[in-house]
């Protein structure tokens, strides 16, 4: 019993250093002092995925590989609300990572942490996925609504680095160690912004503002208020200065519309607030409380 459960060790240990190995090729550092954060290949054209506070505003940056090479990039496109920059270096050769789903990951999945904070050798770290679409809002400035949590420890410097599956495939950037708990955009969230980043472009949404979640809606406050509606997005925080907080929604609000879109989730929230969005009138229907409340609401650029 002993042997097999040594061979079973031993075959777990190297499998996980395979995967390792091999996301390893694609982790890049970013940064012009050698230790600002990591990057990740995500194509054969030279794009490199990274955090947007990894870059901050600068228009170059510099790229380090594990093979020692220091590499000129330049900073293509942001979404800063979701902590996103896209930066590319020319004639590198660099390899992709393979891009996985995160929509399947499920809390108890074994995930890596991959970083190269000192242009040379990569770090990892080892977890399990201890949540799924999590909104989560803190002292940056960005707010993830689906976030990742996992409890994989990420050092200084694993900021932008690549959350892998046991296959190997990127499922979400990392970007914030916070309470104990690594959290990454999930990957299949970081494709929408892709295309547009990779374009020189970047990502422009109307912003409220808030973190939010969804809730179900009990029947008896359906009756009581009229609203057709079972789930609904619950006000979590609220920026100061930001539209939402200029046009009275509060912590605890209830977001049931906006205009006449009924929100029910995350997803239904941001096809709402569509770049047509920025800076129109905006009517919100909110439950406070058990009152039914009408708010106008001018979302901001996200950028």
């Not at 240990?13 to 954060?37: F, M, P």
């Not at 590198?92 to 789903?101: H, R």
């Not at 708990?181 to 409220?208: D, H, Q």
């Amino acid at each position: 019993m002993q042997t097999n459960s040594s061979e079973f060790l031993q075959q777990l240990s190297g499998a996980i250093e395979d995967v390792a190995k091999s996301a390893s090729q694609s982790v890049v550092s970013v940064g012009l002092d050698r230790r600002s954060g990591t990057g990740v290949v995500v194509d054969g054209e030279g794009h490199i995925l990274t955090a947007s506070h990894v870059v901050r505003r600068l228009e170059e940056t510099e790229v380090g590989t594990s093979d020692g090479r220091r590499l000129r990039a330049k900073v293509v496109g942001r979404n800063p609300y979701a902590d996103l920059a896209l930066i590319k270096v020319d004639g590198a050769n660099l390899k992709p990572i393979e891009l996985g789903d995160s929509g399947s990951l499920r809390v108890g999945q074994f995930v890596l942490a991959l970083a190269n904070p000192f242009s040379g050798a990569v770090s990892a770290t080892s977890g399990i996925v201890t949540g799924v679409n999590r909104p989560i809002g803190g002292w940056w400035r960005f707010s993830i609504h689906d976030a990742i949590v996992t409890d994989a420890r990420l050092n200084p410097g694993y900021s932008g680095g690549p959350l892998v599956d046991a296959s190997g495939r990127m499922v979400g950037m990392n970007v914030a160690y916070m309470m104990n708990r690594g959290i990454a955009v999930p990957i299949n969230a970081i494709r929408k912004s892709l295309e547009t980043m990779a374009k020189g472009e970047n990502v422009k949404r109307a912003y409220l503002g808030i973190v939010s979640g969804p809730i179900e809606l009990p029947d008896e406050v359906a009756e009581r208020t009229d609203v057709n509606q079972d789930a609904a997005l619950m006000v979590f925080s609220v920026e100061p200065e930001s539209a939402a907080k200029k046009g009275g929604l509060v912590l605890g609000d209830v977001l049931l519309r906006l205009e006449d879109k009924r929100i029910t989730s995350v997803q239904d929230l941001q096809e709402a607030l569509g770049k047509e969005a920025i800076g129109r009138r905006t009517k919100a229907l909110v439950l406070r409380g058990e009152v039914l409340k009408e708010l106008t609401l001018v979302p901001s650029a996200s950028d």
